[in-house]
């Protein structure tokens, strides 16, 4: 349980303020030294890690797609889908906390309504904590530095999913897209391990569905194959869907 255990009368000094989309959001410098006036939070470790989790999101789906916004602001700043809340108090509740995560790994409105994501999670009921799993850490050990998760692994239905690598070495830069239709993220990265080897396949950015706004998408991904997988995105139960896969790499030499 979170609780707020302190809270002094409001402060008469100047409060920064962050402005985004018309909102405003009181921000206390995190650089500034303590003070008296501060209001006190009584949380946990996990709560904690959640907030981080949400934010790291925040930040690479920010980057990932040149979104235009200060990604903390983001976090400080009222939210729908957070009943009206910031992420940065409400995604200290798991609940939450799944739905931040929703939004920038599917690339959904920044303000998108509550009943939206809600409604995505419950379509897929209890397979949703295990498709998150895969997604955030793919098939990566889950030591130091990864929540534990114990559930088995479920069956989930078939999603089209994306893939991005980056990588340079010995003087040339490999640039490639993949996208395919899977039930897991680890579906996809043995995929690429057999396409393009497994040391590359661990480098690839895996996401649910596909990120247009994504720079190697726009660079790599004509408009008409951007629109056939768009097509495959909304009818993965089709016959065909279990053979659907795009491949496009290039290589620059130095």
């Not at 934010?55 to 983001?74: L, N, Q, Y």
């Not at 989930?156 to 040339?172: E, G, K, M, P, Q």
């Not at 408009?223 to 009818?235: G, K, P």
Request: net charge negative; aromatic share 4%; with cysteine.
């Amino acid at each position: 349980m979170n609780v707020i255990v302190a809270q002094t009368a409001p402060s008469t000094r100047p409060v920064a303020m962050q402005f985004e989309e018309g909102r405003t959001a009181p921000l206390l410098d995190p650089l500034d030294a303590d003070s008296p006036d501060d209001q006190i939070v009584v949380t946990t470790r996990r709560a904690i890690c959640r907030v981080a989790l949400v934010a790291s999101e925040t930040a690479g789906r920010f980057e990932r797609e040149s979104v235009k916004h200060d990604p903390m602001s983001w976090m400080l700043a009222p939210r729908l889908v957070f009943d009206g809340a910031t992420a940065i108090d409400a995604c200290l509740d798991r609940d939450a906390c799944l739905r931040g995560i929703l939004v920038h790994g599917l690339g959904l409105g920044l303000d998108v309504e509550r009943a939206a994501v809600d409604a995505l999670i419950a379509e897929d009921g209890d397979d949703f904590d295990e498709r998150e799993a895969e997604y955030l850490y793919g098939d990566r050990p889950r030591g130091i530095g990864n929540p534990a998760h114990s559930r088995a692994s479920r069956a989930t239905r078939l999603r089209l999913y994306s893939a991005t690598i980056c990588d340079t070495r010995d003087n040339t830069m490999f640039q490639a897209f993949h996208a395919s239709v899977a039930r897991s993220a680890v579906e996809v990265r043995k995929r690429l391990s057999r396409s393009v080897g497994a040391e590359l396949a661990e480098v690839a950015e895996i996401r649910l569905g596909l990120h247009e706004a994504s720079p190697l998408v726009i660079a790599l991904v004509p408009a008409a194959v951007v629109e056939v997988i768009r097509q495959m995105q909304r009818d993965c139960a089709s016959p065909g869907a279990k053979t659907f896969e795009v491949n496009i790499h290039q290589s620059i030499q130095a």
